[in-house]
């Protein structure tokens, strides 16, 4: 089965950013060795405000627009559009090429392999079937790699790891973590690399930048209690992350590991964004107060994480071995509401990456700590659906 794509070619723009630095960094949070050096106490209740002048990496726009990876010199990103949703991958002299997914797909995940894009779907005229699909290199239609189907479920969004794509899936009481080789002939089926039996159940799957794969066991198989991570090394060999007695949203990678635990739960039911945040760096677990359960993404060897404070203030907030936790952004307040970030925490080029929206305006915008030397943009170029 192929999925045919409108195509937008490669294009250049005359007004492109001047060239940034060429170490490119990975989207996901880097791998460093932890520090051996005496490490700051926990975040206080009130962490210092931190003077970071944020640059906008994509000025305010109307668009729904969602970078899912990004480096020093390329982005990935995504336009939901009436007609569907567009899949943009710009470089920084201001060339791209770009393709739309029909309106009745929902586009899940979107990866970069040596194979080319490899994105997911839910299709909403089936049921919200996920499917695994590769972008073909000639860009006329994409090849559908897998299905869920025939007993099979998926519980995650799937990720890529170099040039494989891993996802968890469950069929019956089996629930496992399967990866499919990027350039797999459509309909391959995918080999299981790690299963479990009985009431458990595997999901939330991440992949971090030095190789390491990490994913919860939940033994009950509920979303909003106690779970073990485990981390899958490039091997795919499996091992449990020590120290974390009760996670409920997490991830490790060689060295690292952060998670919150299972979130209060009120009137209203469970507060994700009242978790306790805890980190193990190495040296010792740290316990950086409340956190928006499962933001913590990592970056060298800093962490940042998003809060939510009095009358539903943001703030990014970020843990380094020199300085501690400091509140690196605070959401402002224009006409009795506060500005919002409403999605993922990026980490490229050494600097965090948030958007945020403006109640009053609507309008999304990114911002990034430090320069990456061009901006996005959500504009169709000539030639592009």
């Not at 490490?39 to 962490?47: E, G, H, I, N």
């Not at 559009?81 to 797909?105: I, L, N, P």
């Not at 033994?219 to 779970?227: K, M, Q, R, V």
């Not at 677990?285 to 994480?305: F, K, M, P, Q």
Request: glycine share 8%; net charge negative.
């Amino acid at each position: 089965m192929t999925l045919a794509l409108a195509v937008g070619g490669c294009t250049g723009r005359q007004d492109a950013a001047p060239e940034p630095s060429t170490t490119s960094v990975p989207a996901s949070p880097t791998s460093a060795p932890p520090t051996t050096e005496p490490l700051p106490a926990p975040a206080a209740s009130t962490p210092p405000l931190a003077e970071i002048d944020w640059v906008e990496l994509v000025p305010p726009t109307e668009a729904r627009l969602q970078i899912r990876a990004l480096t020093s010199d390329r982005a990935l990103f995504t336009v939901e559009t009436e007609h569907g949703t567009r899949v943009v991958d710009e470089r920084s002299d201001g060339s791209r090429s770009e393709f739309t997914v029909g309106e009745t797909y929902t586009v899940q995940s979107t990866d970069r392999t040596s194979s080319g894009i490899v994105f997911s779907t839910r299709d909403t005229a089936d049921e919200g079937r996920l499917q695994i699909w590769r972008r073909s290199p000639s860009g006329k239609h994409a090849d559908l790699l897998w299905t869920t189907g025939q007993g099979w479920e998926s519980v995650s969004t799937p990720v890529a790891q170099g040039d494989r794509v891993y996802l968890s899936r469950t069929k019956g009481r089996t629930s496992c973590i399967s990866s499919l080789e990027a350039d797999a002939v459509p309909g391959t089926t995918p080999r299981d690399v790690q299963c479990t039996h009985g009431k458990s159940q595997v999901w939330w799957l991440t992949a971090a930048a030095d190789g390491t794969l990490s994913y919860l066991v939940s033994e009950d198989g509920s979303d909003s209690a106690c779970a073990s991570v485990f981390r899958i090394g490039p091997d795919e060999s499996v091992t449990p992350a020590e120290q974390l007695p009760c996670a409920n949203r997490g991830w490790a990678d060689s060295s690292f590991a952060a998670w919150t635990d299972p979130p209060a739960v009120g009137a209203g039911g469970a507060d994700w964004f009242r978790a306790e945040l805890h980190a193990d760096v190495g040296a010792r677990v740290l316990d950086l107060g409340l956190a928006a359960a499962g933001s913590a993404v990592r970056c060298g060897d800093r962490l940042a994480w998003q809060a939510t404070v009095e009358r539903g203030r943001d703030q990014v907030r970020v843990w380094d071995p020199t300085h501690g936790t400091v509140v690196a952004y605070q959401s402002p307040l224009h006409d009795g509401y506060y500005t919002t970030v409403v999605g993922a925490i990026l980490c490229a080029n050494g600097s965090f990456v948030f958007p945020t929206l403006d109640a009053d305006t609507n309008l999304l915008t990114y911002y990034a700590e430090t320069s990456l030397g061009w901006t996005l943009d959500d504009q169709p170029r000539p030639g592009a659906a």
